[in-house]
């Protein structure tokens, strides 16, 4: 005899849908009877590791029968300066996930609300539900946030409100015109979260000014992560930018030891690996011009994109994406986030990018 654990799980657990990743490329190469497959669906850098990060990695490793320096002393002091903000204002956590949900743990409880956008991230309507709190959908604009829609949804039970720029999966942009004078007229007791995963891959001219904001809008929180432009997803690493009462709470909150000695030392590393970043931004731009001539020159529908992936529409996504899965290329289906009809396509290497294009040809000929 076994209890029904779902029924003494805490409110919003019960129906949440656990995260769907993929699986691991070993796995369904063995499983389709294929080699050599192409993965374009985790928005990765494609470059592989930092020189300078592999080799802070390598020497790290003859520390690891210590604890990880629970504070991230060297790491923040090099984020500090690199960001213009005192070291006091950080909070790391194991990817910027981590610091996301440290977040809402210590703002967020049942009978709030969070709003974000319809398209939005899948992680914000999972730890609004863990939190027993209620999802705000607001509805999109050309596939981006509706800034007026989400000023219109706020109530007195308005917790957060979380916006990706550039947001996942869509990879439009709002200008820092519209975002500031948004955040001017955001009650100041509400928080307003800025997830910058991608903020790297922007010009200069797009480049947020988040974390210099932060001295005039102390409700503002900024998130960034070493998993993407920095090229550390496997290790985990990111952290949230914020006023030094906000970052005080959420250090009363974080796990000890979060981040590991390794993601650390690599992210620390990184950040000063200008030549690597510019390589990886060089690259996803190159690409980028080379997909959307090609969706262009077949009128394939795609959504213009500010970061390392490009949305497609496609129709039967789902079937589409199984055919290129059997021709050794995987991309990302997006029906959770509300469109049963695209495709996410992240940016790669020229060769893993041409393989697409040669199965997605080889499809549409069928």
């Known amino acids: 005899m076994s209890n029904n654990w779902i029924k003494h799980a805490n409110a919003g657990v ?43 990695i390598e020497n790290a490793c003859s520390e690891l029968t210590r604890y990880p320096d629970a504070n991230g002393f060297y790491l923040k002091q090099k984020l500090s300066e690199k960001l213009g903000c005192d070291d006091n204002q950080l909070t790391l956590g194991n990817g910027s996930n981590e610091v996301l949900e440290i977040l809402f743990r210590t703002f967020v409880g049942e009978g709030g609300e969070v709003i974000f ?11 609004t539900q863990s939190c027993g709190a209620t999802a705000v959908k607001t509805p999109s604009t050309d596939w981006g946030h ?55 891959y922007l010009s200069a001219e797009q480049r947020s000014r988040g974390v210099a904001w932060l001295k005039q809008y102390p409700n503002l929180c900024v998130s960034r992560t070493f998993s993407k432009a920095y090229g550390l997803a496997g290790l985990r690493v990111g952290y949230l930018v914020a006023s030094t009462e906000i ?74 994406y199984q055919k290129l899965l059997k021709k050794g290329v995987i991309v990302r289906p997006i029906a959770g986030y509300g469109m049963p009809s695209h495709l996410r396509v992240s940016i790669g290497l020229e060769s893993e990018n041409s393989r697409f294009m040669q199965a997605f040809d080889e499809i549409l000929a069928e």
């Open 14 to 56: 019960a129906e949440l849908m656990p995260y769907q990743p993929g699986k691991p490329v070993e796995e369904l190469e063995r499983e389709l009877g294929i080699s050599d497959i192409v993965k374009l669906a985790s928005n990765e850098n494609p470059l592989g590791l930092s020189p300078k990060a592999a080799q802070a």
């Open 117 to 127: 956008d319809a398209h939005a991230f899948i992680v914000y309507q999972l730890l």
């Open 247 to 320: 970052t005080d709470l959420l250090n009363r909150v974080r796990e000890p030891f979060n981040c590991n000695s390794l993601a650390l030392a690599g992210a620390e590393a990184v950040l000063s690996d200008e030549e690597y970043l510019a390589k990886g931004i060089e690259l996803n731009n190159r690409e980028m011009a080379r997909f959307e001539a090609y969706f262009g020159e077949r009128n394939i529908p795609y959504i213009p994109s500010v970061a390392n992936f490009i949305t497609i529409e496609v129709g039967q996504a789902g079937d589409f």
């Open 146 to 200: 509706d800034l007026d829609a989400m000023l219109a949804a706020i109530t007195d039970k308005t917790k957060l409100i979380c916006i990706a720029n550039p947001n996942n999966p869509t990879g439009t942009f709002i200008d820092g015109e519209s975002l500031k004078a948004f955040i001017d007229k955001v009650p100041s007791h509400i928080l307003v979260v800025l997830d910058e995963a991608y903020d790297e």
